[in-house]
């Protein structure tokens, strides 16, 4: 991963999750506090996001927006970044258990197999 993406983590914000070939797209939002990185995967405690649940059923393809101001950017301050990836709900298992012990209001856990990390800023 890219030194600058894992800074990125480090520091609260929103996350947005697009399902972008969804119709319409679904889009849904979480705190970065929440986002686990695991080898290539994100996992992701989900108590909401039905409608990307449903979109990823038809296609599984997911995008997904980090960003801090505190992080040094390609021009400045300010660094953002656009996550490609595959992603799919879990409701029991070694992950889902972990991460129910952290938010224990968690209904699934969306994992994002990672496809790709884009720098924008």
Do not use: C
Not at 2 to 26: C, D, M, R, S, W
Not at 40 to 46: F, G, Q, S
Not at 62 to 69: A, D, I, M
């Amino acid at each position: 991963m890219n030194e600058t993406f894992l800074a990125v983590l480090k520091h609260e914000g929103p996350v947005t999750i697009v399902a972008p070939y969804a119709q319409p797209a679904a889009v849904v939002n979480t705190w970065m506090s929440y986002v686990s990185l695991v080898g290539d995967e994100l996992r992701i405690p989900a108590a909401g996001m039905h409608s990307v649940e449903a979109a990823a059923k038809d296609d599984d393809r997911v995008t997904l927006t980090f960003g801090s101001k505190a992080v040094e950017g390609t021009v400045g301050p300010g660094a953002g970044f656009h996550v490609h990836g595959h992603a799919r709900f879990e409701t029991s298992g070694p992950a889902f258990d972990e991460k129910k012990k952290q938010f224990p209001w968690l209904t699934r856990l969306l994992v994002v197999t990672i496809d790709d990390v884009e720098q924008k800023i």
